[in-house]
């Protein structure tokens, strides 16, 4: 199976401040790289998907970018709403991956 | 409105069976690949399984880890999706989501329904 190790595991930052996780693949996964944002309690949230496309209505602060092994998510300016668990996940393999998290937390 | 509502969770014993539905509505089922994701109390998340859709043969892929006990299945005239649990062991404890992928190429996950608890405990 394709691991799928994020870093770091989890931050604390401020309202307003440029958030980026990074993603790394085991192995080549191309651009098949999709990012999710979990709240607590909550089921997941389709963010970004092909590494860098935002689903609809997903707000323009989230972007992604990378290929091959090394990927990154940024949030532009962080607010309230967005404090939660991020993972990635590869779709390269039949077999799904995902990433251990990130918990972006206050400071 | 894409919706998508699991159910059939629940308490089990270690070595019991149990059967999560998943209804779907919204969208055109027999289009999309179906997955099976589930998340242990206080872990991340972990694939399950998929689907494929009617035009791929409804063939299907599991994870290493339920190969051989998990079944996934679906009901396109029923508008649903099934995942039929054997032989369930301890670390089976989780919330189980059904998530809709894309009709397109690659299929991503792009929907999620709210999940259903199945505890494994004696």
């Known amino acids: 199976d394709i691991q799928m190790t994020q870093s770091p595991s989890s931050l604390s930052a401020s309202v307003g401040d440029r958030v980026t996780i990074t993603c790394r693949a085991s192995q080549d996964i191309s651009n098949y790289l999709a990012w999710f944002q979990q709240k607590p309690g909550k089921a997941p949230k389709s963010l970004i998907y092909d590494a860098s496309n935002l689903h609809s209505g997903v707000p323009s602060k989230f972007s992604g970018s990378g290929s091959g092994t090394d990927f990154s998510l940024t949030i532009s300016s962080l607010q309230p709403e967005d404090f939660a668990t991020y993972y990635c996940q590869q779709y390269k393999s039949y077999s799904l991956t995902f990433g251990g998290g990130t918990k972006v937390e206050i400071k | 409105e894409v919706q998508l509502v699991e159910s059939g969770g629940g308490l089990v014993q270690p070595g019991g069976s149990l059967r999560l539905s998943c209804a779907v509505s919204?969208?055109?089922?027999?289009?999309?690949?179906m997955d099976w994701v589930r998340q242990a109390p206080g872990k991340g998340l972990e694939w399950v399984g998929r689907t494929r859709n009617k035009a791929n043969s409804y063939t299907t892929e599991y994870a290493a880890s339920v190969k051989g006990r998990f079944t996934i299945s679906r009901d396109d005239s029923k508008n649903s999706l099934y995942l039929q649990m054997n032989s369930l062991k301890t670390e089976d404890t989780a919330v189980y989501y059904c998530?809709?992928?894309?009709?397109?190429?690659?299929?991503?996950?792009?929907?999620w329904g709210q999940g259903t608890l199945v505890t494994v405990s004696s």
């Open positions: 998530a809709r992928a894309t009709s397109g190429w690659p299929p991503v996950i792009d929907s």
């Open positions: 919204g969208f055109t089922f027999s289009d999309h690949y």
